[in-house]
């Protein structure tokens, strides 16, 4: 798990938060599955560069 936080903007705070899960025991032709969760917040005087955003992925990796 994975948290960031930075100043992009003047006025503006952005803060990122990302969870990883992946399973080797499963693999699928050498590949295992890994989950990835997303969790964006960026604060700004400005609305237009205000937002908050929630994203999930499905990968497949080969770990080494």
């Excluded at 994975?2 to 992946?22: C, D, E, I, N, Q």
């Excluded at 295992?32 to 955003?53: F, G």
């Amino acid at each position: 798990m994975t948290f960031a936080y930075a100043k992009p903007h003047p006025g503006s705070t952005m803060r990122t938060l990302r969870l990883s899960v992946f399973n080797r025991r499963f693999t699928l032709y050498g590949f295992s599955p890994q989950v990835v969760l997303v969790n964006e917040e960026n604060a700004s005087n400005a609305q237009l560069y205000s937002y908050r955003r929630n994203r999930a992925k499905l990968r497949f990796v080969r770990q080494f």
